[in-house]
């Protein structure tokens, strides 16, 4: 018997940099922890960016029920789409920093309701509903939180 566990790697350099790696690793009952795994969003190495293959200080994480993983990334004002059986990014949502509908300033933590994605924009101070292939964004919910 084997459980899948998800795991984040948050690297701080010299000068206080932060960066983290999100990986996603089959675990037996039994096992005794090693040091192996497979990256499914960054960079092994903990490398920040902007790209489609590395990520800049990610925060809250969702999973679907189709393994679909959700990330709502801090620093690139987005929110990353790996699906986890093919291990490769699917999707991005934001259409770069700001407070207009469909931008994230500083999304914190996404929630997955039936086909709708829910993302806690934490600098706008709103909830956001998109659909779960990343259309019609709107806003539902702003105050502060």
Sequence with gaps: MT?????????????????????????????VWAENAITVAGL????????NTTLNSPRGLGISSDDILYIAEWNNARIVVVNL????????FGSGPGSAIGQFNHPYDVMI????LYVYDSSNQRIQQWSRNGTNPSTI???TF
């Design 141 to 143: 919910l702003t105050g």
């Design 44 to 51: 092994s190495n903990g490398t920040a960016g902007k790209s």
């Design 113 to 116: 309701v039936n086909q709708s």
């Design 3 to 31: 459980y899948q566990l998800l795991v984040i790697i948050v690297v701080i350099n010299a000068i206080g940099f932060i960066n983290s790696t999100i990986l996603y690793v089959n675990v037996s009952y039994t096992a």
């Design 85 to 92: 059986t093919s291990l490769q990014v699917i999707n991005i």
